[in-house]
């Protein structure tokens, strides 16, 4: 794994239209997916009944929430990309989210960073990246989201 620093606006500008960084794998585990089900009052039985999805599941297993899923961009996206420095960042919003496949647990993925836009507003600078997620040995990613991350310095 490779980390990414970007130190400068420049920096970013530099990198526009490019893939920035490729996170490390990591497992979805049935006890992150169960405590996700907890924690959002969504305990549906594809994603935490593991003899029923066994039985009943097209996928052969339980399959993490979509959500989840989204949910786990911040971190692996952390761990490859370092921002400017500034008083603070904030996640802005989402302008697309797909989930072409599911995370089967026990799968392991990965992010894959690109930087689409860098724009430079009153009070901040304005990144959008397209954040990949991506699960060993399946030809689909299971996650598509262009975020937008707002910077304050």
Request: net charge neutral; aromatic share 8%.
């Amino acid at each position: 794994m490779t980390i990414k620093k970007f130190n400068t606006v420049a920096d970013l500008q530099a990198e526009l239209g490019n893939e920035v960084a490729i996170s490390d794998w990591m497992t979805m585990e049935q006890s992150r997916v169960n405590q996700f089900a907890q924690a959002t009052d969504d305990p549906q039985w594809i994603h935490v009944d593991v003899e029923r999805a066994r039985r009943e599941s097209p996928f052969g297993t339980t399959i993490a929430h979509g959500y989840l899923t989204l949910s786990l961009i911040p971190k692996l996206f952390e761990s490859v990309v370092v921002l400017p420095k500034g008083k603070m960042s904030i996640n802005y919003g989402l302008n697309k989210v797909r989930f072409p496949s599911p995370v089967r647990v026990g799968s392991r993925l990965r992010g894959r960073f690109t930087l689409l836009q860098v724009e430079e507003l009153e009070a901040c600078l304005q990144c959008v990246w397209q954040m990949t997620l991506e699960c060993e040995g399946q030809d689909k990613p299971v996650c598509v989201a262009e975020s937008l991350l707002r910077m304050y310095f």
